[in-house]
T-cell receptor
Framework: RKEVEQDPGPFNVPEGATVAFNCTYS??????FFWYRQDCRKEPKLLMS???SGNEDGRFTAQLNRASQYISLLIRDSKLSDSATYLC????????????FGTGTRLKVLA | EPEVTQTPSHQVTQMGQEVILRCVPI?????FYWYRQILGQKVEFLVS????????KSEIFDDQFSVERPDGSNFTLKIRSTKLEDSAMYFC?????????????FGEGSWLTVV
């Protein structure tokens, strides 16, 4: 099983749609979880951290399910500018400071 | 907002040549990283650096690679004898594990093309 696994997509959705991405991780002792956004040939940029209680930032909602070892990202009212690759990132157990990236899920929002 | 800066943004080099990629991490961060991303592939961990020494490295980070913090601000990645398969975007990153969430911040990347 891959350390961090994502559906690569692409997800093609119309403007205004709601879209959800999932990510699974293999190490049950993982401590920190993030969603990053990456535009083509650019650096990953932090979208949001993911907390056990779930968190929301405007149109974006992230959830963590430790029992099932998955993380989700929900984007409501998609905008054209949301088109990008969304990277799931996991920081594993204590004693290591390595961040593990999923392959990313590509989103295309269509006019 | 503080940021990680990298130079050069793009470098073309001949196979077998040495390359040094430079980074200035965020000033109060303690952990530094190099990642790479081959075009169309995932972001891969190369090495992490803390307290002036390597704390972890991946299988990719073989004897051809080295890192150094030559002064209080710069963090460099050296590839001794480049291969065609070293062509990739190299991202420097830093984090401050004292902060909640341990967020990692990336530079804009150095695009290396080996010909």
């Amino acid at each position: 099983r891959k350390e961090v696994e994502q559906d690569p997509g692409p997800f093609n959705v119309p403007e205004g749609a709601t879209v959800a991405f999932n990510c699974t991780y293999s190490n049950s002792a993982s401590q920190s979880f993030f969603w990053y956004r990456q535009d083509c040939r650019k650096e990953p940029k932090l979208l949001m951290s993911v907390y056990s209680s779930g968190n929301e930032d405007g149109r974006f909602t992230a959830q963590l399910n430790r029992a099932s070892q998955y993380i989700s990202l929900l984007i409501r009212d998609s905008k054209l500018s949301d088109s990008a690759t969304y990277l799931c990132v996991v920081s594993p157990t204590s004693g290591t400071y390595k961040y593990i990236f999923g392959t990313g899920t590509r989103l295309k929002v269509l006019a | 907002e503080p940021e990680v800066t990298q130079t050069p943004s793009h470098q073309v080099t001949q196979m077998g040549q040495e390359v040094i990629l430079r980074c200035v991490p965020i000033s109060n961060h303690l952990y530094f990283y190099w990642y790479r991303q081959i075009l169309g592939q995932k972001v891969e961990f190369l090495v992490s650096f803390y307290n002036n020494e390597i704390s972890e490295k991946s299988e990719i980070f073989d004897d051809q690679f080295s890192v150094e913090r030559p002064d209080g601000s710069n963090f460099t990645l050296k590839i001794r004898s480049t291969k065609l398969e070293d062509s990739a975007m190299y991202f420097c990153a830093s984090s401050d594990f004292r902060q909640k969430g341990n967020t990692i911040y990336f530079g804009e990347g150095s695009w290396l093309t080996v010909v």
